[in-house]
């Protein structure tokens, strides 16, 4: 039986959250709400969305309706997640999965009262057959002890100083801006591809801009459009950082982040060196990976859905040559979660879980707290 879904949040990322549901077959869009109910609506009528409310409580009244996605902004995040977990529909949200580590602590505490509840979180990268492909080469020992990790996720959609996002805004989105946005993915695809758990980090998180002009009316992301109506803020959050990170496994690493860097749209690349060889991935080459070799011919991998190991082919759906991209890593993550529910919750959840989410909100926090004490933090166990 299909399950019944319901979208909460109609901004850049909701609209995405619409076009990957529809291509699954396990789920079926039946509503979608914003508080913007003209927008809803218009969403609505473009994709043939039968029920359009303007709350979150009135589509959690709807019981017709399984699961819910979360598309809302940050500060929104807790709020709405508790709502959805108590109201016994199966959650998917948006990352991150709170403000902070004390709300994400609170949510994992509501949802041990629901264990019918199973939720996820949108940490989409994981879900690149390539990048499945490494963690299930890694997880056979191909490349020997994990030792050093390294990479970066690079934008350029803050580069101006008439360039706003909320995402600038302590009270709306917490107190990070790239690390909480982009870091994120980085952190939760490394520990995922290998295994390991970063376990101490030292930060340098930089506001490169400290005034920018806010349009006084609300703009999408990624809009180049420059307002002439402004008002001039104090920015607080950071546009770049640096980490650099140890292990549970005995690896060392770091990476950067940044929303500022000119000609970048999504950079976002890593690359591991174990003690036998090396693997690198780039998502804006994601249909290939890297094979680093001493002694041998370094190689490059296009993925081939005939070779690949069985854990990837699960999220490959086209031929060699035809190149799968971000959209179709997107939709590999909501139906991971759709199988998983589908198969009664039994086998691996390859999806980012509420406590895999929660532990990146405490390394943001960390990281965050790190630059500002100017020094390395160990990250304790709760």
């Known amino acids: 039986m299909k399950s019944r879904v319901g979208i909460i949040g109609m ?18 869009l039946c509503a979608i709400a914003d508080t913007n ?18 709350s979150v409580d009135e ?51 509501l949802k041990k009262q629901y264990p019918q509840v199973e939720a996820a979180v949108n940490f989409n990268y ?40 909320w995402r600038l805004e302590p009270e709306v989105a917490g107190n990070s801006c790239c690390i909480a946005d982009i870091g994120s993915h980085w952190m939760d695809i490394i520990q995922h591809v290998t295994g390991h758990k970063i376990v101490s980090v030292m930060g340098d998180a930089v506001t490169v801009i400290p005034v920018r002009k806010k349009p006084a009316k609300q703009q999408e992301t990624f809009k180049d459009a420059v ?34 860097a000119p000609g970048h749209g999504c950079d976002f690349s890593f690359e591991i060196n174990g003690s036998s060889l090396s693997y690198g991935w ?7 990976m890297w094979i680093g070799r001493r002694g041998g011919d370094n190689s490059v991998v296009i993925r081939n859905p005939n070779l690949l190991s069985d854990e990837a082919k699960a999220y490959s759906s086209l031929a060699m040559g035809h190149p799968e991209g971000w959209n179709d890593a997107f939709k590999g993550n909501i139906y991971a979660f759709y199988k998983y529910l589908a198969e009664e919750k039994k086998g691996d959840r390859v999806f ?3 406590e895999d989410a929660a532990y990146v909100v405490k390394l943001t926090e960390k990281i965050i707290e790190s630059s500002k004490l100017k020094k390395w933090i160990n990250i304790e166990e709760d």
Request: charged share 30%.
């Open 11 to 28: 901004g850049y990322i909701g609209e995405s959250h619409i076009e990957a549901i529809r291509r699954i077959g396990l789920c079926e």
């Open 37 to 54: 109910y003209e927008l809803a609506k218009e969403k609505a009528a473009i994709y043939g969305i039968e029920k359009v409310y303007a």
């Open 59 to 109: 589509l959690l009244a709807d019981s017709d309706i399984d699961a819910v996605h979360n598309c809302t902004p940050n500060f929104l995040h807790k709020q709405i997640n508790e709502k959805i977990i108590r109201s016994g529909k199966h959650l998917f949200s948006e990352k991150p999965l709170t403000m902070n580590y004390a709300e994400a602590k609170e949510l994992l505490e």
């Open 126 to 165: 994981r879900m690149n057959p390539m990048v499945q492909e490494i963690r299930a080469r890694i997880k056979a020992g191909e490349a020997g002890d994990i030792r050093i990790i390294t990479g970066y996720y690079n934008q350029d959609w803050l580069m101006y100083d008439t360039d706003y996002s």
């Open 227 to 260: 307002s002439e109506d402004y008002i001039e803020v104090q920015v607080k959050n950071e546009e770049y950082a640096a980490v650099m990170f140890k292990t549970d496994k005995g690896a060392t690493g770091v990476f950067h982040v940044t929303e500022m």
């Open 282 to 288: 780039n998502q804006e080459q994601n249909d290939r």
């Open 352 to 354: 980012s879980t509420l």
